[in-house]
């Protein structure tokens, strides 16, 4: 049965939190409503957008946090267009990617992100081709429903005991749980390790390369 290795994408693979921050403080000016607080923004990364903008604003219309979430999507196509997107990898990615797949693991990636942003995030940095099944936004729940994970074992021929979920945030972790796979929490990303113990994290590793010795135990 194969191994996988699942990884979100924003806060595990890159850090994309100035690009989402300003986004969001864009499409909420144009709406008329006070930015939100970058710390706020940040808690909902991982979330699809429409449950992003439901967390942000609880007591608003459903109707309204659809809209917004459009709004917010042009609001970054906008920057993206100015050249003002940065969604750099963070250190030791690009050797882990490499290592692993060396080892013989395929590789996913279970995203809040849509199709367009994920494969341009991909196709920027020379990595799509690493990743056998990509799962976004655009065709499933919001994590922490496991579809993504679901689908991207489906995809890859393997076993959910042979299956690990890499991410940054406590809907990660969840999402892993309730897939019945392994959660590996990142520390470099926007939640803290202390609550991605809590939201059910096997391990939490503190630098890309320490992934590789958790994964040898599939061996």
């Not at 595990?12 to 300003?22: A, G, H, K």
């Not at 608003?60 to 969604?87: C, N, W």
């Not at 113990?197 to 590789?212: F, K, N, Q, T």
Request: aromatic share 6%; charged share 25%; net charge negative.
């Amino acid at each position: 049965m194969n191994r996988l290795a699942i990884f979100d994408c924003d806060g595990t693979l890159v850090d994309s939190q100035i690009n989402i921050c300003l986004a969001m403080e864009d499409c909420f000016a144009r709406a008329g409503l006070e930015a939100p607080c970058r710390e706020r923004t940040r808690r909902v990364v991982g979330l699809s957008l429409v449950e992003a903008m439901r967390a942000m604003l609880p007591d608003a219309d459903p109707d309204f946090h659809i809209t917004l979430a459009e709004d917010y999507k042009r609001s970054f196509q906008r920057l993206r267009g100015g050249g003002l997107v940065d969604e750099p990898l963070y250190e030791g990615i690009v050797e882990l990617i490499e290592a692993l797949d060396g080892e013989g693991w395929m590789l996913g990636i279970a995203t809040g992100k849509s199709d367009r942003g994920l494969s341009l995030c991909l196709d920027h940095h020379g990595i799509a081709r690493r990743f056998v099944t990509c799962q976004t936004a655009d065709r499933h729940p919001s994590k922490p429903h496991p579809s993504m994970i679901e689908q991207a074992i489906a995809n890859a021929a393997a076993a959910r005991e042979t299956t690990i979920m890499i991410g940054d945030t406590s809907y990660d972790m969840a999402m892993a749980r309730a897939a019945g796979v392994t959660a590996i929490g990142v520390s470099w990303g926007y939640h803290g390790a202390d609550e991605l113990r809590e939201a059910g994290a096997h391990h939490v590793a503190s630098h890309p390369l320490d992934i590789l010795q958790l994964t040898r135990a599939f061996a």
